[in-house]
């Protein structure tokens, strides 16, 4: 009887470790507000801004020129495969692995205390 009921509490002690919430966990409803106006960057004049867009026009006429001439070849395909991933985040991975182990201790318990129930219920003696 005691060996039930010590393994019925530490099953309901991993269950409440691994889904409880933090006692200390931040929750805030709104973000903080902040007294100071924030500084953003002032406009460059039209003389600057209009130099990279000279710039760029010529650029890319030169590159129209090239590539009608022949000059320009398209790159080849990389031969470097990207890597497969399953896109789970650390804490998915990490729970998934700490619910795994939690059902791997269930069973193990469901099937001790199957196989041992009757260890105590003895006939005639």
């Known amino acids: 009887m005691i060996k039930k009921l010590v393994s019925l509490i530490a099953v309901i002690a991993i269950l409440f470790t691994i889904g409880g919430t933090s006692a200390f966990a931040k929750h805030l409803s709104a973000p903080p507000v902040m007294d100071e106006p924030v500084n953003a960057p002032a406009e460059p004049p039209a003389k600057k801004a209009a130099k ?16 009608r001439a022949g000059k320009v070849r398209v790159a080849p395909k990389s031969q470097i495969q990207p890597g497969n991933r399953n896109n789970l985040s650390k804490g998915t991975k990490i729970a998934i692995g700490v619910g795994i ?4 201790v269930l069973i193990i318990v469901v099937v001790h205390e199957k196989n041992h129930l009757f260890d105590d219920f003895r006939l005639g003696n």
């Open 101 to 104: 182990a939690v059902v791997v």
């Open 52 to 67: 990279p867009t000279e710039q760029l026009k010529a650029a890319m006429l030169k590159l129209v020129a090239d590539a």
